[in-house]
């Protein structure tokens, strides 16, 4: 005689973190008991295994469903987690500015944040390039000290994603020349 399989009930858990920025690399673990013998999973992103524990890559923002159908010879169960998976957009940092980029010191510039984003930005750090910060979002800053200056700015959203952009040289300040007459 043979023996009767289990009832099959599916269950699954993510082995990674299942929110980033971007996109992500999520490890999916089965814990569905009954013995189960074959899964079929969707992860919502076009993209489906029968592998038990699949390592699926999510390379475009969104959210997703993730569903699991585990089965034996005799039963089969299915489970939904609806969003399990989040995948932000990523911001795109930018600096403006409005005023003069060059002259003699004292020079100021007014800084912009020009970023594009989808979600709230809440934390910006700028580097002036030489020494100065701010965590303003439009800055008004003075050079008080000659040279060629690198301006860069790191955006933070609402999600925890960040973005760098750098402008090279972008501010050039020079010492007032001195009159010399004969």
């Known amino acids: 005689s043979s023996s009767a399989s289990p009832q099959v009930i599916a269950d699954f ?13 999520v490890e999916f673990q089965d814990l569905s008991t009954g013995a189960p013998d074959t899964w079929l999973w969707d ?12 390592t699926v890559i999510y390379a475009n923002p969104g959210t997703y469903d993730i569903t699991l159908i585990s089965s034996n010879s005799i039963s ?8 399990l998976v989040e995948v932000y957009d990523v911001p795109i940092s930018k600096i403006s500015t409005n005023s003069l980029l060059n002259g ?25 390039g030489d020494g100065g910060g701010s965590n303003l ?7 008080s000290s000659d040279g060629n200056f690198t301006v860069s ?3 933070t959203d609402m999600n925890g ?22």
């Open 161 to 182: 994603c960040q973005a760098l952009s750098t402008r090279l040289s972008l501010i050039d300040v020079y010492k007032l020349p001195l009159a010399d007459f004969s």
């Open 76 to 83: 089969n169960d299915s489970k939904v987690s609806i969003g």
């Open 13 to 25: 858990t993510t082995l990674s973190v299942n929110a980033g920025c971007g996109s992500l690399v």
């Open 43 to 54: 992860f919502g992103n076009g993209n489906s295994s029968s592998l038990p524990n699949p």
């Open 137 to 143: 979002q439009n800055p008004i800053y003075e050079y």
């Open 104 to 128: 003699c010191f004292p020079l100021t510039v007014d800084f912009e944040d020009s970023s594009i984003t989808n979600n709230s930005i809440v934390n910006w750090k700028w580097d002036f």
């Open 153 to 155: 700015l790191i955006v």
